[in-house]
């Protein structure tokens, strides 16, 4: 016999309200302070246990939406009953405190009566899709107090956060605690904080430091400034830490920056007395490193610094350049005391200028890309002008060939010297002209390995290593050909010898030694068919004999212009060694066979040229030695002169050179280079077009400039080779297009 299940007695929703409003009340004395003791797990279940069975009951009996509309009207009650009076009347900080307490205790409320409440949470507004118990309480909170209050707040904020900027000390806890309602209220959208709060408080910040800096910008350096900027952008990063919102720190510094930063940028930068160039000439390094720092934050201001800083290093360079013209314009007479001591000085001052500005650009701009730009600028601007009449690439080369030929003018360690040369390849690579700068030093460079004038071998190959690394293999390539043909020559000359002993009828009896040199490496150099004296020839014979027993390929080609002599001159008071040239050797040998001997003659038996015989004879009796003895006797040769030798020629030294007088080999030098550059531009033309095919004027010569390295060509020079090589078939413009280039197979 089945058992019928007993039907439990429907609760009434007063009945049952009665229970839940003990629960409630007692929650509301809780959070007011007053005596109460908190609630048992016995008292919560309770009120859980009621709200659920009134909930589960069927209808008619249902009261789960009366328990809904009652949940809000506790909480509205509660608001309007208690915490809006509590907030009517109060003002400033004593607002916020009690703000953030009422706050405090509407989310404890919440919490409780949500665990109350929770049967609703998972059945009836899932069911229904009503908003959450939770998002009940904040609207509530939301609408009835924050709307209320939201306006006095955030003045009582912003006034607290400008009595701080002031000096003053303030609660910050109070501030991070308010701030955090305009965060939540908005329930995990950050709207209300913007717009009830942020918006207002980025245009106070505007407002006062916009007062600040007008009052700075009257009364502090450029310097000082930057020190209260800098505090200032401190400051306001700690507040963001301290109770500002995260997302405000950006917001909040951008318009500090802007404020007294870039509304002021032109004036600070540009102060005659203290600014950027003022900064820069005193070497003002942590001035300079706190500028970099702060204008790298605002739009253009980096781009400013380093063009001020680019004219400022053109400025100093320039100011070089002109102070060896100026010392270049002295009388003629002092020129050559004067500018061969000046173009050291002037290299030496710019190696000086780089190095004084390398700290700036690497440490106080930390090697920014503006200012390595604005630094290789500047000096290009200075060293590709004509200085005291010659180019920064010819006053490089005689800078570093004092440095490494002997006797030159400075004496430095082997260190210092390792410095010195890194730092004069640095400036090569601001110098245009680079091929000009190759075919002078190989010029200085042959001096120093022919007539062993280079102080170190070792400093030669460490320069052209450094050449070598900042240019490329095909820079120096001939270069290291020249030295490299140095150490086979010595071992030549070793073999030589050797041969000489082996074989005693061979052997002239003079002290003979030659340097094979191979063409393609060395500079040019006139050969001729000069007529050597018999001695001379005996030595010729001898080594012409030796060399094929060391190579069959090889053909030699003998340049007696870049030969020596030590020759014994026996005078009637004294013995004098002569060092001379070859030629001058030549010259002084036929007066062995003859007391007299007019132009004509001298020029006829050596076989050589006016010119030669010109500055041959000046050298021997026109100018600080005279060997020989010339009529009539004036300071200039012409072809009726008769010459003999100078017998009674006497000199306290038993040993002297008698140079040849000097020769400008400069314009032969600006030829040969000119000379190359056509050829490297019609090898540039028609390497691109080759790849290109087709391609027209403006891309054609922009290809070309960007391609060659080693000097800047001129335009003219670039066109005039298109001509050309239309001319030669190389190239062809286009029937339709005359501005368009065919590249002919």
């Given at each position: 016999m089945k058992r019928k299940r007993a039907v439990p007695k429907p609760i009434l929703f007063s009945e049952g309200w009665e229970v839940i409003e003990q629960g409630v009340t007692k929650m509301k004395r809780i959070l007011e302070g007053l005596p109460e003791p908190p609630f048992t797990c016995e008292e919560y279940m309770k009120i859980y246990t009621r709200i659920h069975d009134m909930c589960i009951q069927r209808s008619p009996h249902d009261t789960t939406e009366k328990l809904y509309t009652k949940y809000k009207e506790v909480i509205m009650e509660y608001i309007t009953s208690v915490v809006l009076p509590s907030l009517k009347d109060k003002h400033d900080e004593f607002l916020l405190r009690e703000l953030v307490i009422r706050w405090s205790n509407h989310k404890v409320m919440s919490k409780w009566l949500s665990r109350f409440f929770s049967y609703l949470n998972?059945?009836?507004?899932?069911?229904?899709?009503?908003?959450?118990?939770?998002?009940?309480?904040?609207?509530?909170?939301?609408?009835?107090?924050?709307?209320?209050?939201?306006?006095?707040?955030?003045?009582?904020?912003?006034?607290?956060?400008?009595?701080?900027?002031?000096?003053?000390?303030?609660?910050?806890?109070?501030?991070?605690n308010v701030i955090e309602i305009f965060v939540e209220i908005g329930t995990g959208k950050m709207d209300y904080y913007k717009n009830d709060f942020e918006e207002e408080m980025l245009k106070e910040t505007a407002s006062y430091y916009s007062r600040k800096a007008s009052n700075w910008i009257l009364i502090e350096s450029f310097p000082d400034y930057m020190l209260k900027v800098e505090e200032c952008l401190r400051k306001e990063k700690d507040r963001v830490v301290h109770y500002l919102h995260a997302t405000s720190g950006p917001k909040l510094i951008e318009q500090v920056r802007h404020e007294v930063l870039c509304v002021y940028s032109s004036q600070l930068l540009e102060n005659e007395k203290s600014g950027c160039c003022v900064l820069i000439q005193e070497h003002k390094v942590d001035d300079l490193s706190r500028m970099y720092k702060l204008f790298s934050k605002i739009d253009d201001g980096l781009c400013r610094i380093s063009q001020i800083y680019k004219k400022h290093v053109t400025v100093e360079g320039t100011i070089l350049v002109k102070k060896a013209d100026d010392v270049a314009s002295n009388k003629e007479a002092e020129k050559r005391v004067v500018v061969g001591l000046q173009e050291q000085t002037f290299v030496r001052e710019v190696i000086e200028l780089h190095d004084k500005n390398m700290p700036l650009v690497n440490d106080c701009f930390q090697n920014h890309t503006l200012?390595?730009?604005?630094?290789?600028?500047?000096?290009?601007?200075?060293?590709?002008?004509?200085?005291?009449?010659?180019s920064t690439a010819e006053l490089l080369v005689n800078y570093c060939d004092n440095i490494l030929k002997k006797g030159g003018s400075e004496k430095h360690s082997d260190e210092a010297i390792e410095q010195i040369l890194e730092k004069a390849v640095n400036l090569l690579g601001y110098i245009y002209d680079k091929d000009l700068f190759v075919e002078f030093y190989r010029k200085k460079l042959a001096r120093r390995l022919l007539f062993d004038k280079s102080a170190n071998e070792d400093y030669e190959r460490s320069i052209l290593?450094?050449?070598?690394?900042?240019?490329?293999?095909?820079?120096?390539?001939?270069?290291?050909?020249?030295?490299?043909?140095?150490?086979l020559a010595r071992e030549t000359q070793a073999d030589f010898k050797e041969y000489l002993q082996c074989n005693p009828r061979t052997n002239p009896g003079i002290d003979l030694s030659v340097t094979v040199l191979t063409t393609g490496f060395w500079p040019s150099y006139r050969s001729s068919d000069f007529h050597l004296p018999f001695e001379m020839t005996k030595c010729i014979q001898a080594f012409t004999e030796f060399y094929p027993t060391k190579t069959n390929s090889?053909?030699?080609?003998?340049?007696?212009?870049?030969?020596?002599?030590?020759?014994?001159?026996?005078?009637?008071?004294?013995?004098i060694e002569l060092i001379v040239t070859t030629y001058q050797a030549a010259v002084l040998l036929l007066f062995n066979d003859s007391n007299r001997l007019s132009y004509s003659e001298i020029m006829s038996q050596l076989n050589l040229v006016d010119d030669d015989v010109v500055r041959l004879l000046q050298s021997l009796c026109c100018l600080k030695y005279k060997i020989l003895n010339k009529e009539p006797n004036i300071n200039s040769i012409s072809s009726d002169d008769v010459f003999a030798f100078n017998s009674k020629f006497t000199n306290k030294m038993r040993r002297i050179k008698i140079p040849l007088p000097i020769v400008d080999e400069k314009k032969k030098i600006l030829?040969?280079?000119?000379?190359?550059r056509k050829y490297v531009v019609d090898a540039c033309l028609i390497r691109i077009m080759k790849s290109r095919k087709v391609l027209n004027h403006q891309q054609l010569i922009t290809e070309c400039v960007e391609q060659l390295k080693v000097f800047k060509p001129d335009l003219k020079l670039i066109k005039k080779r298109i001509e050309d090589l239309i001319n030669r078939e190389y190239l062809e413009r286009d029937s339709e297009n005359l501005n368009l280039y065919r590249y002919l197979a």
């Amino acid at each position: 016999m089945k058992r019928k299940r007993a039907v439990p007695k429907p609760i009434l929703f007063s009945e049952g309200w009665e229970v839940i409003e003990q629960g409630v009340t007692k929650m509301k004395r809780i959070l007011e302070g007053l005596p109460e003791p908190p609630f048992t797990c016995e008292e919560y279940m309770k009120i859980y246990t009621r709200i659920h069975d009134m909930c589960i009951q069927r209808s008619p009996h249902d009261t789960t939406e009366k328990l809904y509309t009652k949940y809000k009207e506790v909480i509205m009650e509660y608001i309007t009953s208690v915490v809006l009076p509590s907030l009517k009347d109060k003002h400033d900080e004593f607002l916020l405190r009690e703000l953030v307490i009422r706050w405090s205790n509407h989310k404890v409320m919440s919490k409780w009566l949500s665990r109350f409440f929770s049967y609703l949470n998972r059945f009836f507004i899932k069911r229904n899709s009503l908003p959450s118990l939770d998002e009940v309480a904040f609207t509530c909170f939301r609408d009835q107090v924050y709307k209320e209050t939201k306006g006095k707040v955030k003045d009582a904020v912003i006034s607290l956060i400008d009595q701080e900027r002031g000096g003053e000390q303030i609660d910050r806890g109070l501030l991070k605690n308010v701030i955090e309602i305009f965060v939540e209220i908005g329930t995990g959208k950050m709207d209300y904080y913007k717009n009830d709060f942020e918006e207002e408080m980025l245009k106070e910040t505007a407002s006062y430091y916009s007062r600040k800096a007008s009052n700075w910008i009257l009364i502090e350096s450029f310097p000082d400034y930057m020190l209260k900027v800098e505090e200032c952008l401190r400051k306001e990063k700690d507040r963001v830490v301290h109770y500002l919102h995260a997302t405000s720190g950006p917001k909040l510094i951008e318009q500090v920056r802007h404020e007294v930063l870039c509304v002021y940028s032109s004036q600070l930068l540009e102060n005659e007395k203290s600014g950027c160039c003022v900064l820069i000439q005193e070497h003002k390094v942590d001035d300079l490193s706190r500028m970099y720092k702060l204008f790298s934050k605002i739009d253009d201001g980096l781009c400013r610094i380093s063009q001020i800083y680019k004219k400022h290093v053109t400025v100093e360079g320039t100011i070089l350049v002109k102070k060896a013209d100026d010392v270049a314009s002295n009388k003629e007479a002092e020129k050559r005391v004067v500018v061969g001591l000046q173009e050291q000085t002037f290299v030496r001052e710019v190696i000086e200028l780089h190095d004084k500005n390398m700290p700036l650009v690497n440490d106080c701009f930390q090697n920014h890309t503006l200012f390595r730009k604005a630094l290789k600028e500047a000096f290009e601007i200075f060293l590709n002008k004509t200085v005291a009449g010659s180019s920064t690439a010819e006053l490089l080369v005689n800078y570093c060939d004092n440095i490494l030929k002997k006797g030159g003018s400075e004496k430095h360690s082997d260190e210092a010297i390792e410095q010195i040369l890194e730092k004069a390849v640095n400036l090569l690579g601001y110098i245009y002209d680079k091929d000009l700068f190759v075919e002078f030093y190989r010029k200085k460079l042959a001096r120093r390995l022919l007539f062993d004038k280079s102080a170190n071998e070792d400093y030669e190959r460490s320069i052209l290593t450094k050449l070598k690394q900042q240019n490329g293999a095909h820079f120096t390539s001939k270069l290291e050909g020249m030295v490299t043909d140095m150490t086979l020559a010595r071992e030549t000359q070793a073999d030589f010898k050797e041969y000489l002993q082996c074989n005693p009828r061979t052997n002239p009896g003079i002290d003979l030694s030659v340097t094979v040199l191979t063409t393609g490496f060395w500079p040019s150099y006139r050969s001729s068919d000069f007529h050597l004296p018999f001695e001379m020839t005996k030595c010729i014979q001898a080594f012409t004999e030796f060399y094929p027993t060391k190579t069959n390929s090889r053909k030699l080609t003998w340049i007696y212009s870049l030969g020596t002599c030590n020759i014994t001159a026996k005078f009637e008071l004294q013995t004098i060694e002569l060092i001379v040239t070859t030629y001058q050797a030549a010259v002084l040998l036929l007066f062995n066979d003859s007391n007299r001997l007019s132009y004509s003659e001298i020029m006829s038996q050596l076989n050589l040229v006016d010119d030669d015989v010109v500055r041959l004879l000046q050298s021997l009796c026109c100018l600080k030695y005279k060997i020989l003895n010339k009529e009539p006797n004036i300071n200039s040769i012409s072809s009726d002169d008769v010459f003999a030798f100078n017998s009674k020629f006497t000199n306290k030294m038993r040993r002297i050179k008698i140079p040849l007088p000097i020769v400008d080999e400069k314009k032969k030098i600006l030829e040969v280079v000119d000379k190359d550059r056509k050829y490297v531009v019609d090898a540039c033309l028609i390497r691109i077009m080759k790849s290109r095919k087709v391609l027209n004027h403006q891309q054609l010569i922009t290809e070309c400039v960007e391609q060659l390295k080693v000097f800047k060509p001129d335009l003219k020079l670039i066109k005039k080779r298109i001509e050309d090589l239309i001319n030669r078939e190389y190239l062809e413009r286009d029937s339709e297009n005359l501005n368009l280039y065919r590249y002919l197979a």
